[in-house]
């Protein structure tokens, strides 16, 4: 699913009551751009309540885009054209104005009330991402997030839809600046502003969209993630709407071709709305569907004649909700994940309208009682300086208040604390995969009590962190080699695969360690490691990596290889004469044996339900509430993958279900211990618990570990 959108924000005022048959020649209010406002931010709302009617809905985002580019850059050159020059301040503060009482409004409330419906365990998400509202880098904090192996699976908060606002606000700092460096330029060889100003602003926007559209390319076909929430991959978009207010020059001849012109945006835009999924790479060439159909609508103007859609355009509704658009979008999206929190699924259809239906309340209101309160103020108008100073207390008081969350989180971390202080997990101690007894895998041991460890506030931090730094990116083209254990070790152990391995690092490392063994790793998140490519955009990136680190292991020729790979991945199935996946494990694992490495391979942890942390903070004194089937935990294609390939290889494999599951069911909280850190990686607390069993098969007593007995290899 793409990433939530939000609204443009550029002035829109509000049409005069004699609007049919009296605009201006300059055509200071646009009431077809209002009504592109209104049809965009419809799109963006049912995108958000149900996609499946309107998949590629997210592109309203674009098309605001590109009305905020147009409208703020024909304020900017009027300004020039009048005065030859362009007063930063007053720029400044005019969108400050339009922009922030809204926005930080619903920031404010958002973060008070979230946390009444909002699981402790996305507190710290929550507080992050509103203070990244406040201060309009919310796209770069998503950007990160969505690179980061540990944060991509990050359920979204009430703020994400905050990201295309700081698109905005991030090009109304840049822009104007080359429209003043355009003035300056004109100031020194004309006084005739007008031809000359536009035909430089024509040369500097140019080059700025051709080089931010080349970019987007470029980075939506390598792949990156980040590309969808970065400014440089987005900034071409509002520049086209820049483009289009140098060009472009209203005029009531050709009547006929403008309607149709008109018609053929809308058209384009809706086809869009229809055809693009969220499997679709975006932005790049796809942002073009709706970038050209909103040029097209905006560059047609007011039409009049056959097929002309001046009879939609000029409904009140349609104004109306052009009108209220930025606050309509402001809300909905907390609206619609705050009722989701509480309902723990997203609305049928019903309750979709009547979330479309507060949603639209709330943003009369906000438009009634903030933004054009606000915008018409007296004092507001009395100077840039006063109006600036008074948004930067604002944000500064709203960020306040944004820290809600986490002051609430502090006052549990104690109570957690002392509830907590006698469950030490360790060798012995009884908690976490000690904790299980035959068929008996239960939640608490009778000594603790209810108490979950790690602090479910800090869960979402367990997965071997230690081992990070050591760990490629998924799309990286090489893997990391780093060293742990014991540096004198005569024997070695390397720990190899994707971060499902990783995520035994710790008990494994620990282990061999204690037997003075030293541990090379070569680990590479998303990237399991196989011969056949995994079904996934980077897989190429992975496959030169897997063969290189094969390389250097065959040459390394360690005692004892440790891999395995996450239950889920889907194979291509490049090896000839082997099911694919299959052939890929079967062709590495031969290549190390011949090298004289003894190869193992740890079984996937089972897979929880999706929302498992969610659940268990909602049950903390029943987590069992929380556990899935055996069957339905261990229905995924890459548990027989890899049983198979075990099999033809002759490898062992670890199984440690049974310090998860009992008989029907999965745990997700196992002797005090919280055994998932999301939705299907362990935490590494439980993963330490996990040591004497992991030890136990990878050097199983009176058993051969690369042609030695065990006892003499502890030697």
């Known amino acids: 699913m793409h990433a939530s959108t939000t609204v443009g924000t550029a002035d829109a005022p509000a049409p005069p009551a004699h609007m049919k048959g009296h605009e201006d020649q300059r055509r200071r209010f646009l ?14 709302v049912i995108y958000h309540l149900e996609p499946n009617l309107l998949p590629g809905g997210y592109i309203g985002v674009d098309v605001f885009f590109v009305i905020s580019g147009f409208l703020i850059t024909g304020h900017m050159i009027r300004e020039v054209e009048q005065t030859g020059r362009l007063s930063l301040a007053k720029f400044w503060a005019a969108r400050a104005r339009r922009i922030l009482p809204a926005g930080l409004v619903v920031i404010g409330v958002t973060a008070a009330l979230a946390p009444l419906v909002v699981p402790v365990t ?22 990160a997030d969505s690179v980061d192996y ?23 700092l840049f822009w104007p600046l080359v429209v003043v460096v355009a003035a300056f330029l004109v100031r020194r060889v004309t006084r005739n502003h007008g031809p000359a100003l536009r035909g430089v602003l024509l040369v500097l926007f140019g080059l700025i969209v051709a080089a931010s559209f080349v970019w987007s390319v470029l980075e939506v076909r390598a792949g990156d993630a980040s590309a969808y929430f970065a400014t440089t991959t987005r900034l071409w978009e509002l520049g086209a709407g820049g483009l289009l207010a140098v060009v472009l020059r209203h005029t009531p001849r050709l009547a006929v071709g403008r309607s149709l012109l008109a018609l053929a945006g809308v058209a384009t835009i809706m086809a869009g709305a229809f055809v693009l999924t969220a499997a679709t790479p975006f932005p790049g060439f796809a942002a073009l569907v709706p970038v050209l159909g909103a040029a097209a609508v905006v560059a047609a103007g007011r039409t009049s004649g056959p097929g002309s859609l001046t009879w939609l355009v000029d409904r009140p509704w349609v104004q109306w909700l052009g009108n209220v658009s930025y606050s309509v979008y402001l809300w909905h999206f907390p609206v619609i994940i705050g009722f989701e929190a509480w309902a723990n699924r997203q609305p049928h259809v019903l309750e979709s309208l009547g979330l479309l239906a507060v949603s639209l309340i709330l943003a009369q209101l906000s438009y009634v009682w903030v933004e054009r309160p606000v915008r018409r103020a007296r004092w507001a108008g009395r100077g840039n300086t006063r109006v600036l100073l ?24 104690q109570e957690w604390q002392q509830e907590a202080e006698g469950v030490v997990v360790g060798m012995g101690s009884g908690y976490g995969a000690e904790a299980v007894d035959g068929t008996n895998v239960p939640a608490f041991v009778d000594k603790a009590g209810p108490v979950i460890v790690p602090n479910l506030q800090d869960v979402h931090k367990e997965l071997s962190r230690t081992y990070a730094a050591c760990a490629a990116k998924a799309t990286a083209g090489t893997t990391p080699r780093c060293e742990f254990g014991d540096p004198a070790g005569q024997r070695t152990l390397a720990l190899v695969g994707d971060s499902h391995v990783r995520m035994f690092a710790s008990p494994v490392v620990d282990a061999a360690r204690e037997r003075g063994w030293k541990v090379v790793t070569y680990l590479h998140n998303s990237c399991p490691f196989s011969l056949d490519a995994r079904k996934m955009s980077f897989s190429k990136a992975c496959l030169m990596s897997n063969q290189e680190t094969l390389d250097a292991l065959v040459e390394e020729a360690p005692d004892l290889v440790v891999t395995g ?3 889920d991945s889907l194979f291509k199935g490049t090896v000839p004469g082997y099911e694919p996946g299959v ?17 193992v391979v740890i079984k996937d942890a089972p897979r929880p339900r999706a929302d498992v942390l969610e659940c268990v903070a909602d049950h903390e004194e029943e987590p069992g509430v929380c556990a899935v089937s ?45 055994v998932y850190r999301d939705n299907n990686h362990v935490t590494d607390t439980f993963a330490r618990s996990l040591q004497p069993y ?8 009176g058993g051969t570990v690369a042609g030695h007995t065990e006892a003499a290899q502890d030697r």
Not at 583 to 599: F, H, K, P, Y
Not at 694 to 701: F, V
């Open 122 to 143: 996305e507190w710290a998400d929550l507080q992050r991402q509103a203070l990244a509202s406040v201060f309009y880098v919310q796209n770069w904090v998503l950007a």
């Open 583 to 599: 052939g890929g494990l079967v062709e590495a694992w031969d290549a190390l044996q011949e090298a004289g490495s003894r190869v």
């Open 630 to 674: 055996r069957e339905d935990a261990f229905d995924y294609p890459g548990h027989a993958t890899l049983e198979k390939a075990a099999g033809i290889a002759d490898v062992q494999v670890i199984d440690l279900t049974d310090r998860y599951c009992g008989p029907r069911r999965c745990m997700p909280v196992v002797g005090n211990v919280m």
């Open 150 to 172: 540990l944060a991509a699976d990050n359920a979204p908060t009430a703020f994400q839809h905050f990201w295309s606002l700081a698109v905005e606000e991030q090009f109304y």
């Open 31 to 44: 009431p077809e751009v209002q009504a592109l406002r209104a049809l965009a931010v419809a799109l963006v």
């Open 390 to 413: 008074a948004a930067a207390t604002a944000m500064a008081v709203t960020a306040g208040v944004a820290v809600t969350p986490m002051v609430r989180a502090q006052v549990q971390e």
């Open 694 to 701: 992991l030890a136990e098969g990878l050097w199983p007593k």
């Open 565 to 567: 790979i996450y239950a």
